[in-house]
């Protein structure tokens, strides 16, 4: 099902407007978006905010600047123009703001376009593409990249309206769903928001009343409605742990370039929506493990506690390793993931783990360099997850199976529900402390060892019980013997073979280029790696086993032979 939309699209809360506003420090200020077409082609995004200014008559507008590893995102703003009565705008102390001088409460509008800054169809690379992406047929959005701001409190009201739109084009944001659900629009809203316009095709399954839209572009090896109705069971798994109802929630799929033989797959969670980047390879259960991870995240860490508004890397273990943590479990509670399926993805993160060079950096190393080293950057990811078995084990242990990391989770939700929006609401780190400590197990002294200090975290062979048991093995190193990372950069050209490494004995050369990879298992040394390249216009395949010369030592989950897959599930899902 299509859902189509009017030239003009207004996202405000329909009744008792005036009333909601009436104790506001400011009036809501007011953002119209319009598509920019110059002969046919998309060329911009001009957007007009208007706003009654300070009444000490000067202030301060703040542009997009850095998010999600981008820097200079003001980069994609141009044109600004300010006007209002007695206006006058500071030079530039920075150039991410503006200081404008005017009337005590003056009328104020701004008006300015967002463009991109950086050629090209989106594509994948180390991170997921947050700046503005303008195509000539379609726009895809992040609120951190284009809305300029005035420095106010966040929970500042705002109004927001789309107008123009070419007829046959399609509009979705999240910033839709406070006029559905009846609130008032804020200005974090606006920030934490996703806009995607153009040929996108918008879906929404019949049996979530309208409340879950699907926005997507490209061609993949699934159907429209067939990931529409995977989002909805994850999504009704995940309202049915944490006890919520149904809520107006948006996804959006964009396709990436990827070179040949790569995949990739990222996404970033806005609350009650979140922004899906892949390339067309993905398999399904891959899939599904980024939805659910970005869908959890409507709860953690935003519903559980507040992360460190500067650093709040060093809050990463629980804010994302604990994401994955349920969203695995959650998968395979509800039978969307079969045993297998969790299995091999828990595999992929402990080769991951065991892998990294970077495995035992302390906590300090992820705030420095998060966003500079892909290593760094997937080590909170691979500790949380570990310790949410370990703490998991420890609580059913001290409550002799009355209690688990599930009964923590709910009760920090409960917690921070009541203390929200008041002077000091929880802490993340500091309320999982206190909660845990509730139930009986101090999480301290793990937390300071395991993250602060970075010690290697070991599963106990019988972490999951019925299903099997987890094995630490010694095993060559894996290598690819050709520096995947800048031969992804060349398009898919090898370069950086080691002439010492097991590519280069099997005859890969720096110049050939990868077609696609045929088999293997990136970080496992047992699996043969096997390429399809083009040899300076000869096609070939080339196999090897991808074992390097240092030896490692790895766990792994291995399955009985005849386990009990009841049983196993179970466990898997935390019942």
Not at 70 to 88: A, C, M, N
Not at 344 to 358: F, G, I, K, Q, R
Not at 556 to 562: A, D, F, H, S, V
Request: charged residues 25%.
């Amino acid at each position: 099902m299509l859902a189509r939309l009017s030239a003009t699209v207004a996202v405000t809360c329909a009744l008792g407007v005036a009333a909601a506003y009436a104790d506001e420090p400011h009036p809501p200020v007011s953002y119209v978006l319009s598509p920019v077409i110059e002969h046919g082609v998309l060329r911009s995004i001009a957007i007009e905010m208007r706003f009654k200014g300070e009444a000490d008559g000067e202030t301060v507008l703040k542009l997009p600047n850095e998010w999600g590893g981008e820097t200079e995102l003001w980069r994609g703003i141009s044109d600004l123009k300010i006007t209002g009565d007695g206006v006058q705008v500071e030079p530039l102390p920075a150039p991410d703001s503006r200081t404008v001088r005017h009337t005590p409460g003056a009328e104020i509008t701004v008006t300015y376009r967002a463009f991109q800054d950086k050629p090209g169809e989106p594509e994948a690379g180390p991170h997921n593409p947050y700046r503005n992406i303008v195509q000539p047929t379609y726009f895809h959005l992040l609120g951190d990249a284009i809305f300029v701001t005035p420095e106010w409190n966040d929970d500042s009201s705002a109004t927001f309206a789309v107008r123009d739109l070419p007829r046959g084009w399609h509009f979705a944001s999240d910033l839709e769903h406070a006029a559905m659900s009846g609130r008032v629009l804020r200005l974090d809203d606006l920030v934490e928001s996703i806009l995607v316009g153009g040929d996108f095709r918008i879906v929404s399954p019949p049996n979530t009343g309208g409340l879950l839209r699907v926005a997507l572009r490209g061609t993949w090896s699934f159907s429209d409605d067939q990931l529409a109705d995977k989002i909805a069971a994850i999504i009704a798994s995940h309202n049915k742990f944490w006890r919520e109802p149904d809520e107006p929630f948006l996804v959006t799929l964009l396709p990436l370039k990827g070179a040949p033989g790569s995949q990739s797959l990222g996404g970033t969670g806005r609350g009650d929506a979140f922004a899906l980047f892949a390339t067309d390879n993905n398999k399904d259960n891959v899939i599904n493990r980024i939805i659910a991870h970005e869908h959890i995240h409507t709860w953690i860490p935003g519903r559980l506690g507040r992360t460190h508004a500067h650093d709040e890397a060093q809050d990463y273990w629980l804010s994302e390793g604990f994401t994955d943590f349920y969203a695995f479990r959650l998968l395979v509670r509800d039978g969307i993931w079969s045993v297998e399926d969790f299995v091999d993805a828990a595999n992929e993160t402990l080769a991951a783990y065991w892998s990294s060079p970077v495995r035992t950096a302390p906590n300090s190393r992820i705030v420095a360099d998060f966003w500079n080293d892909q290593y760094v950057g997937k080590l909170p990811y691979q500790r949380g997850f570990l310790l949410g078995f370990i703490f998991d084990r420890q609580l059913r242990r001290e409550s002799g199976g009355k209690h688990d990391l599930d009964n923590v989770m709910l009760a920090m939700k409960k917690k921070f529900s009541k203390l929200s929006g008041t002077a000091d609401p929880p802490m993340l780190i500091d309320s999982f402390i206190e909660t845990m400590r509730a139930n009986d197990v101090d999480p301290r002294k793990l937390i300071t060892h395991k993250i602060e200090d970075g010690e290697t975290i070991l599963l106990s062979a019988n972490t999951f019980g019925p299903c099997g048991t987890v094995a630490t093995l010694d095993l060559p190193a894996f290598t690819r013997g050709f520096d995947a990372e800048k031969t992804a950069a060349a398009g898919g050209v090898v370069t950086g073979t080691d002439p010492d490494g097991p590519a280069y004995a099997a005859g890969i050369r720096d110049g050939m280029k990868i077609l696609k990879r045929e088999a293997g298992k990136i970080g496992d040394s047992r699996v043969e790696l096997v390429y399809r390249v083009d040899d300076h216009g000869t096609e070939r395949l080339i196999r090897y086993k991808p074992e390097g010369k240092e030896r490692v030592t790895l766990q792994e989950i291995q399955l009985k032979t005849n386990f009990d897959r009841t049983a196993c599930g179970r466990r898997l899902g935390g019942l």
